[in-house]
């Protein structure tokens, strides 16, 4: 290991939520041609294949993508989660100028909860049943601040406060199956950002709540990102709440980014296959019910022998628009698109644009068209 | 209608009655449901209900700790639902987890027994049947389950799960058991080839597959599919929900659809009913009810969902932010449920229960200060109505309106909000 931690401002103890002294914009996580790779007695399972990103301070990046598609398997390599002893990973995680994945387990345990947190998609199995919630909060503060445990149980109950449990001094001594699905979410929140981390990763953190308490999860990360200044990665299969978050956009597809970019380019112009059938196979609830939906062909391919060139092309319904087998036999780089550098793809497809606009919207739109005069008629 | 109340089931009542309920071809079920109006309103030509559920309440004990375990209290679970699902058509019901959707489902497909009201299929109260009594209606209605993983028996083959249904009623000869299977895995997607392979084999997508394939095996007429799609990935979910809009126009399969994401519920229910805590709020064709919601539960729900199109143009839409969390169903705050977290609640909704009221062609609310978001009257809208001042206490002068009654369909005549009259 070269490079040395940077220092950490000294006023982190006394509970004041100062940020890192660093504005806005500095890039926190820089992830490059990270590969994590599982042997098995079957063949090498690749989860992670390839996957380069940045994350600046205060920005929300959002990765999307199908079960399987690798997401908790790079989040989980980045909070140095996989058992080294069973998984194969490369690359560089450099996270505040520090590549994590050089660190021994003792100085990553240091930086785990410290630096980066995590927030996990169900609650209940995520807590200890055994300990109070307050306990479970103390014991994380504890481990990066030298304080007494009087003082990290008021700073607990304020972090209760803080995510909006109510009476926070009288529920810091319940267990966590006395907390609803959606106060444990916010304990779990309360958890992950006592320690200020840089990096907040939010691995669904909402998959498994009501609408309305969703709505209640998704506003309180962005008031505390703010406020914090923190970076998140949030981590979902749900367009919408990534529409409502993000700020970038990565949609990964068999452990490989295939579109990554700023989060309203991504949704407005799309530029790979299967991200306009992420978009056109969910219904939403202001669209023509008559248009039925568009869903992707098939199924995931398997991580142990994934498919030559383009991992998508099994499934992809405009393969035939690229020249000679190229979707088959090469597989595309994460170069730029027709709409500038920052916004990248995946894709052999020459003019996505074009085609996006005449073929893929048109069949959305077209058939609730045709559909709707139909319904009209009939009255 | 004579064979859904013909109590036997003769092995070969497929050749003999007109039912054909197993062996018939795709299709076949719908010519079988009689032509006559079902029982109903009946006065609107065209539609039919299959379905009428009325004032339909499972009250589930609580029992005290100790030797004789006493009921302390009760879990309201369903208290009074009432509505109708129209043949071939399909209802959706949503609303938070507790709300009691999922327990209105396995009411209505018995298997849970209500504690009070009625369901009746086709005319015929099936609320308090007989096991015996219901076997041969079993065939008529089918549930779809929410966990592909956990709802097929990992140790069948998926040959003998489709098939158990078609062996338990007895409707096919054994040798052509073989054949019906197949036919139905392909009709859902499947290679018929793979009926001797064990679930494990299969992907989530593919396991709903047959979960629907075992669902269809006996021609049903009634289908309660509970969040059939939720535990599946986006893409997938689509492909699932395409099959079962086909599938319903094929066999002219009624569905009640029970599902949390309002998106999905819009895509497939021409009819759609929000519940909260045990009770249906509102209830009103899919334009209407997301369009124009008269109720604030209704409307916090729909703002709470992510829009990616909002998104995509920038900003997003306001919400109506609802505090806290639903209340126990155990002891459900008196009056109307929802106002202990409700913006616009005042004295008479903690006194009087809203009724779940017609205030439009097809749109019934239970509030009392309902209207559109933003322009919630200020005075409690049924309460001349229902005979009682504004604060909710009795009021000797005025009567209430007649023929103001709670039923499970949609009359031709409504409670006109503007001008407190009924009209049409």
Request: glycine letters at 8%.
């Amino acid at each position: 290991m070269t490079q040395q931690p940077t220092e950490r401002p000294a006023d982190r103890s006394t509970g004041q939520p100062a940020g890192r002294g660093a504005p806005s914009g500095d890039i926190v996580l820089e992830v490059h041609d990270l590969r994590v790779h599982f042997p098995t007695n079957d063949g090498v399972v690749k989860a992670v294949d390839g996957l380069d990103f940045t994350l600046a301070r205060g920005k929300t990046l959002g990765i999307v993508g199908e079960s399987g598609s690798g997401k908790s398997v790079s989040s989980s390599a980045i909070m140095g989660l996989h058992n080294p002893q069973r998984t194969k990973i490369s690359g560089s995680v450099v996270l505040n100028g520090v590549d994590l994945l050089t660190l021994s387990e003792d100085q990553m345990r240091k930086r785990r909860g410290r630096d980066v947190a995590m927030i996990f998609q169900d609650p209940l199995s995520s807590m200890h049943p055994y300990y109070t919630v307050g306990n479970q909060i103390v014991e994380a503060y504890r481990v990066h601040n030298d304080v007494s445990k009087r003082q990290a149980r008021a700073r607990a109950i304020e972090m209760l406060a803080r995510v909006g449990i109510p009476q926070p001094d009288r529920r810091v001594d319940d267990y966590p199956h006395q907390f609803s699905g959606g106060m444990r979410q916010r304990a779990m929140i309360a958890m992950g950002l006592i320690n200020d981390p840089g990096l907040l990763i939010a691995d669904e953190p909402t998959t498994a709540l009501d609408v309305t308490v969703q709505a209640q999860i998704l506003d309180l990360l962005q008031d505390l990102q703010r406020e914090f200044d923190s970076a998140v990665i949030i981590i979902t299969h749900d367009l919408g709440v990534v529409a409502e978050m993000a700020d970038d956009v990565l949609v990964m597809y068999a452990g490989r980014g295939v579109e990554y970019g700023p989060c309203k380019e991504i949704l407005t112009h799309p530029e790979m296959p299967y991200t306009w059938g992420l978009l056109s196979s969910v219904p939403d609830v202001q669209g023509d019910t008559a248009v039925k939906l568009v869903p992707i062909p098939g199924n995931p391919p398997s991580l142990l022998s994934p498919p030559s060139g383009c991992k998508f092309h099994p499934r992809c319904q405009h393969r035939d628009k690229v020249p000679g087998d190229l979707c088959r036999t090469e597989e595309p780089l994460l170069v730029a698109g027709q709409r500038g550098p920052g916004h990248t793809k995946r894709c052999h497809i020459a003019n996505p644009e074009d085609i996006y606009a005449k073929e893929v919207l048109p069949e959305v739109e077209g058939v609730a068209e045709a559909m709707h005069d139909l319904v009209e008629e009939s009255k | 209608m004579n064979e859904v109340t013909d109590e036997s089931t003769s092995p070969d009542a497929s050749s003999g009655t007109a039912t054909a309920t197993g062996t018939g071809a795709p299709g076949a079920s719908g010519a079988s449901v009689a032509p006559e109006p079902s029982h109903g309103d009946g006065s609107t030509p065209g539609r039919r209900t299959i379905l009428e559920v009325d004032e339909l309440q499972m009250y589930f004990p609580v029992k005290s700790s100790g030797i004789i375990r006493r009921t302390i209290a009760h879990v309201q679970a369903v208290d009074g639902v009432s509505f109708e699902v129209e043949t071939g058509s399909a209802l959706g019901l949503v609303g938070e987890s507790g709300c009691g959707k999922s327990t209105t489902g396995r009411l209505i497909t018995r298997l849970l027994t209500p504690t009070a009201g009625a369901i009746r299929f086709e005319g015929r109260d099936i609320a308090k049947l007989s096991p015996r009594e219901l076997k041969p209606l079993r065939r008529d209605i089918q549930m779809i389950f929410q966990d592909p993983y956990t709802s097929l028996n990992p140790r069948h083959t998926v040959g003998s799960i489709v098939a158990a249904p078609l062996e338990i009623h007895n409707v096919v000869p054994k040798k052509k058991i073989l054949s019906r299977v197949q036919e139905l895995l392909e009709i859902v997607g499947l290679n018929p080839e793979h009926y001797n392979r064990y679930p494990n084999e299969f992907s989530g997508g593919q396991r709903q597959r047959i979960g629907i394939a075992r669902a269809l095996t006996l021609n049903p007429k009634l289908l309660v599919a509970d969040e059939p799609v939720s535990a599946l990935d986006v893409s997938i979910q689509a492909q699932v929900i395409n099959l079962l809009q086909d599938l319903q126009k094929e066999f002219d399969i009624s569905f009640l659809f029970i599902a949390h994401d309002l998106a999905v519920v819009r895509h497939f229910c021409p009819e759609v009913a929000v519940m909260y805590l045990g009770k249906i709020v509102e209830v009103a064709d899919r334009v209407t009810l997301y369009n124009r919601p008269y109720h604030p539960y209704t409307q916090a729900l729909l703002s709470a969902v992510p829009d990616v199109k909002q998104a995509a143009i920038g900003g997003r839409r306001d919400r109506v932010r609802l505090e806290g969390d639903v209340p126990s169903p155990i002891n459900p705050p008196s009056g109307c449920r929802f106002r202990t977290r409700c913006p616009i609640a005042q004295d008479i909704c903690a006194k009087v229960i809203p009724p779940l009221l017609q205030i439009g062609p097809r749109h019934k609310v239970a509030c009392h200060f309902a209207g559109e978001a933003g322009k919630h009257p200020a005075q409690p809208v049924f309460s001349r109505a229902l005979g009682v001042d504004e604060n909710g206490s009795p009021e000797p002068g005025v009567t209430p309106v007649p023929g103001l009654v709670e039923h499970p369909g949609f009359a031709d005549t409504w409670f006109d909000i503007e001008s407190q009259k009924m009209g049409s």
